[in-house]
């Protein structure tokens, strides 16, 4: 079975300053899914990106970008420009290409961002 | 925009009761999980359904059924809530195709005494 691991239980980042949050996966699959979900708190969980395994080019959502490894299989976000308002738990998450039922979800990493 | 509505963002039960969690999607999707989220834990799946009528296990389905009478509604009950069932529910719904994500409901912090 897939897993998902997010090392970095918590971080903080200074407003303004970059940050990196890591995510590593295991599969023996070739094509899949890789997404970055955030958590505000007591708000809902939305997506902040998504990579497409086939994909060699690291997508990118205006601040938001990844670093996808695939051969390593790591798939870090990195927040520029950091803002109060990405304070939040991110998720890292995996889907099959052929399950698109199955997500397996990391355990999580909650930012922090100082004024 | 897509939009998933739960029941309520916060509930608390006792011991034994029986208790329904609620779902709602105004999207048509067909596809709508539930999964409960624990600290440290990240999002584990309990139910997930594909189309009316239609369920499948997720990997913690051991005390929970469900229930889908509706397309756009997806209920997650708890036949006997025990404490080991506080937790914070997730509903989310997506399309069948392959390239769709998952949208997620406010969630449901549910405690039982």
């Known amino acids: 079975a897939q897993t998902v691991t997010q090392s970095q239980p918590e971080m903080s980042v200074q407003e303004a300053e970059t940050v990196t949050l890591s995510c590593t996966y295991d599969?023996?699959?070739?094509?899949?899914?890789l997404f970055w979900y955030k958590q505000p708190p007591s708000r809902q969980m939305i997506l902040v990106i998504r990579?497409?395994?086939?994909?060699?080019q690291n997508a990118t959502e205006n601040r938001f970008s990844v670093n996808f490894q695939k051969a390593a299989k790591s798939f870090s976000l990195k927040i520029s420009d950091s803002q109060l308002g990405d304070a939040a738990m991110y998720f890292c998450a995996y889907r099959s290409r052929n399950n698109n039922n199955d997500m397996r979800f990391g355990a999580g990493t909650r930012l922090t961002v100082k004024p | 925009d897509v939009k998933v509505t739960q029941s309520s963002r916060y509930l608390v039960k006792r011991t034994g009761e029986k208790v329904f969690l609620e779902c709602v999607q105004d999207?048509?999707?067909?596809?709508m999980f539930w999964y409960r989220q624990d600290p440290g834990l990240g999002l584990r799946l309990i139910y997930f359904?594909?189309?009316?009528?239609?369920?499948e296990k997720g990997d913690i389905p051991e005390g929970y059924s469900v229930s889908r009478e509706k397309k756009e509604r997806f209920s997650l009950i708890l036949e006997s809530a025990s404490t080991n069932q506080t937790s914070m529910y997730l509903c989310?719904?997506?399309?069948?195709?392959?390239?769709?994500?998952?949208?997620f409901g406010p969630g449901t912090r549910l405690t039982v005494l």
């Open positions: 999207m048509d999707h067909e596809n």
């Open positions: 359904s594909y189309d009316v009528k239609m369920k």
């Open positions: 990579q497409e395994a086939y994909k060699q």
């Open positions: 989310a719904s997506s399309r069948q195709g392959h390239r769709d994500t998952q949208y």
């Open positions: 599969t023996s699959e070739s094509d899949y899914y």
